[in-house]
């Protein structure tokens, strides 16, 4: 393609994310970034934006139904966090197939955590463009991108990540820190999966899967604070 974009690239992405377009221009104009040129992505962002807080705000709402509105505020904030939507973007390799500007490409734009959370609106926003405002559509989509957190979050919690709880729960018993290992990585390139081992000291192993490095992690942490949960660690002496 002459635009910048590879085809083949664009619908790999497309099978990631569950959704084929039918103006694969819209998706293009998604994936692009304001250095690349003037049909860039930030309206659609925008967009993207205020479909995503709508779709997670009223996922919460039917999952918690007697939680109070703080608690639901909070939970959105963490689902809906720059740093949330930078790990799906990593998940779907969204930043692979980001269109930069030469400066953005030489500073490493595409691993950027804002530029890519960004990018993951955009295409939310294209989407809803695409179906012709088909917003159940674009819902079912986007609730599949986020199931295994919004299965794994809860009201009334600090709402960290799981590793960041995990190391913030020894630190505080004054244990040493978690280790993290790869233990298998399968699948093809565009299909990957990660098998992540963490010990903890004094504990069995515990394992996670997932189609990332960091998803595996974290659910391999998540089963560490399950069973501590059920055995409670002795802190140690400074």
């Known amino acids: 393609m002459n635009n910048g ?5 664009l ?14 221009e819209l998706l293009e104009q998604a994936l692009t970034h304001r250095s690349f040129g003037p049909l860039h992505n930030e309206r659609l962002e925008y967009l993207g ?3 995503l807080g709508m779709i997670i705000a009223k ?33 779907y390799g969204i930043g692979n197939c980001l269109r930069l500007g030469p400066g953005e490409l030489k500073t490493g734009g595409a691993r950027r955590q804002s530029l890519i959370a960004d990018a993951v609106e955009s295409i939310i926003g294209a989407m809803f463009i695409d179906t012709c405002e088909d917003y159940p559509r674009v819902r079912a989509v986007v609730l599949s991108w986020f199931k295994q957190r919004l299965e794994t979050i809860h009201p009334g919690e600090e709402q960290k990540d799981h590793k960041s709880t995990l190391q913030e729960h020894l630190q505080g018993l004054h244990h040493p820190l978690p280790q993290y290992r790869i233990t298998n990585i399968s699948g093809s390139d565009n299909d990957q999966m990660f098998e992540v081992e963490v010990k903890v000291e004094g504990l069995p192993s515990f394992f ?3 189609s990332s490095r960091r998803r595996a992690e974290q659910e ?3 089963n560490a604070l399950t069973y501590i949960k059920d055995h409670p660690l002795k802190p140690k002496r400074k």
């Not at 619908?11 to 694969?24: K, M, P, S, V, W």
């Not at 139904?65 to 703080?70: C, D, F, I, L, R």
């Not at 904030?77 to 973007?89: N, W």
């Open 5 to 9: 974009f590879n085809l083949l690239a």
């Open 11 to 24: 619908q790999d992405l497309e099978t990631r994310l569950g959704y084929a377009f039918q103006n694969i």
């Open 49 to 51: 934006d205020a479909i």
């Open 59 to 91: 996922r919460l709402y039917d999952l918690f139904p007697k939680s109070p509105e703080g608690d639901l505020t909070r939970m959105r904030s963490t689902l809906v966090r720059e740093t949330m939507l930078a790990e799906i973007a990593r998940e």
């Open 208 to 210: 996670g899967k997932g």
């Open 220 to 222: 391999a942490a998540g």
